[in-house]
């Protein structure tokens, strides 16, 4: 493991997620998972979120598509809310739920939608 780039990747993915999230999964991890834990940190967000091609916000917006395209709907709650964190504001999510609909289908925008409302209306956007 690249201890550098599980440093940056730990700093970035706090920034985005937040802190007590990612010490809870970092806390809950056993040896069974934990390798996988500290590979993600380092190879996700310190390898492809530390660079400073494309800015965090724009990474934001990429993922809330591509999560939303999977349909993984858990992982897309915590995005969605790492990308307000990451300055996307709720109309931009909305327009990504759109192309979500156009490229993915209905069915799966309602999901990307039901979830969006839910994290707005937490973070007092709704």
């Known amino acids: 493991m690249d201890d550098d780039l599980f440093k940056k990747g730990l700093k970035i993915r706090k920034e985005t997620l937040g802190a007590d999230y990612v010490e809870k999964n970092l ?28 800015d965090l916000k724009t990474r934001s917006m990429m993922n809330l598509s591509m999560i939303g395209a999977l349909g993984k709907m858990s992982e897309w709650e915590i995005h969605c809310k790492g990308a307000l964190k990451n ?17 993915c289908g209905i069915p799966q925008s309602l999901e990307c939608f039901k979830v969006a409302k839910k994290v707005l209306k937490d973070e007092g956007l709704l």
């Not at 310190?46 to 400073?52: A, I, K, N, P, Y």
């Not at 300055?87 to 490229?103: D, P, Q």
């Open 87 to 103: 300055g996307v504001s709720k109309e931009e999510i909305r327009s990504i739920i759109h192309v979500i609909a156009i490229y």
């Open 27 to 54: 806390d809950k991890a056993d040896n069974f998972t934990r390798p996988f834990q500290e590979a993600m940190t380092a190879w996700c967000w310190g390898f492809g979120w530390s660079d400073e091609i494309i």
